[in-house]
């Protein structure tokens, strides 16, 4: 696979789809001291104008006391790695993030509280032996259990360790070490793991077709995807090596629309004839202008989904904190359902919320 920058538009890639690139060492062990983990966000949101298309039910509400909503990245029944908010014990002290590793393990707690169809990651019986946060860098250290995996889970692995882990504002990159030691590359597959993981690396990465990974540019695209059962969707985020371009913004916006590969399962709320107008970002806001095809959802307006994969998608891929939704130039009178998009919409803070209608 591929290393990447997702800013700016500069790729960093040297080596095949099939490798994850990564290179260095941790500098310190997870049994020493370290900052405190911050909190999960509120789970009320990040922002006054915060995409939520349906309001969550049942298990997927605001959480108890002595709970909390964390986001854990599961495998889905197409074998994506998805985030899910779940409602959590609180833990005791500040081991926020060592107690969301143990909600990851196949044959543990996190069973009671799976989405229909879907499956955690780690290896049953993996323990966490220690987890430090310094710097930015969360280093985490599994038992030997850890290393008991099929090989073609060892990617899906390392996405959704890193991905949970960068849930947390105060961690930016990953180190993984195993019984004490850290790891020069995984214990199966053979994956390079001597630097730390971060976001750069991707999630369920694929390239566009006739596209070679050392000359991409890189896009992460939120698409929707239906439970088993029919009754309910959730968003998966892919990244698409695409042809290398400056303008990742407006990039992003095109593969959104165009779709997601006809075989992946998934679909856009994006009808295939809307078009970009015109995209920016100024002071960690991007400003998305379409033409009035993004309105042709309802009477209502745009598809409130669509709203939130635009919103996703360009808060990943061009680290904006909100997106400002026009149509023919103008953000007055959009609106989607019962939002008033007017106004900048904020990256919300939890994606998947577990609901009744996705058990």
């Known amino acids: 696979m591929v290393r990447f920058r997702t800013?700016?538009?500069?790729?960093?890639?040297?080596?095949?789809?099939?490798?994850?690139?990564?290179?260095?060492c941790g500098l310190f062990g997870p049994n020493e001291s370290s900052a405190p983990i911050d909190p999960p966000p509120n789970p009320q949101g990040n922002g006054d104008n915060e995409v939520s298309p349906d309001p969550p039910v049942g298990e997927g509400a605001t959480p108890a006391a002595g709970e909390i909503t964390q986001v854990v990245y599961l495998k889905s029944p197409e074998g994506y790695i998805v985030p899910w908010a779940l409602r959590l014990p609180k833990p005791e002290g500040?081991?926020?993030?060592?107690?969301?590793?143990?909600?990851?393990v196949k044959g543990g707690p996190v069973e009671a509280l799976l989405p229909e169809g879907f499956s955690a990651v780690l290896p049953e019986g993996t323990k966490v032996l220690g987890l430090s946060i310094k710097d930015g860098v969360a280093t985490v250290d599994f038992s030997k259990e850890f290393a008991k995996y099929p090989p073609e889970d060892e990617r899906k692995i390392l996405e959704a360790v890193t991905w949970t882990l960068t849930e947390f504002d105060n961690v930016q990159r990953v180190v993984i070490w195993l019984e004490?030691?850290?790891?020069?590359?995984?214990?199966?597959?053979?994956?390079?793991?001597?630097?730390?993981?971060?976001?750069?690396?991707?999630?369920?990465?694929?390239?566009?077709?006739?596209?070679?990974?050392?000359?991409?540019?890189?896009v992460t695209l939120y698409f929707q995807a239906d439970t088993p059962s029919g009754k309910g969707s959730y968003f998966v985020p892919i990244t698409r090596g695409i042809p290398r371009t400056e303008d990742l913004a407006r990039a992003t916006l095109e593969q959104l629309i165009l779709g997601p590969r006809q075989e992946s399962g998934l679909y856009s709320a994006l009808l295939p004839s809307t078009r970009v107008l015109g995209v920016h970002v100024d002071k960690g806001v991007a400003v998305a202008n379409f033409d009035d095809k993004l309105l042709a959802f309802s009477e209502k307006g745009a598809s409130p989904e669509a709203i939130q994969s635009i919103v996703l998608s360009l808060t990943e891929t061009t680290g904006a904190q909100q997106v400002l939704i026009q149509v023919n130039g103008k953000s007055a009178g959009v609106k989607a359902a019962a939002m008033d998009l007017s106004k900048p919409v904020a990256r919300p803070a939890m994606v998947n919320p577990l609901t009744t209608e996705t058990r």
Do not use: C, F, H, W
Request: hydrophobic share 45%.
């Open 7 to 24: 800013k700016g538009g500069v790729v960093a890639a040297v080596l095949a789809i099939l490798m994850l690139v990564v290179a260095g």
């Open 94 to 104: 500040n081991e926020y993030a060592k107690q969301v590793l143990t909600y990851m």
């Open 180 to 218: 004490g030691k850290p790891l020069n590359v995984m214990p199966v597959g053979g994956t390079p793991v001597n630097a730390p993981l971060s976001r750069a690396d991707g999630i369920n990465l694929e390239l566009a077709d006739n596209v070679e990974p050392g000359r991409a540019s890189y």
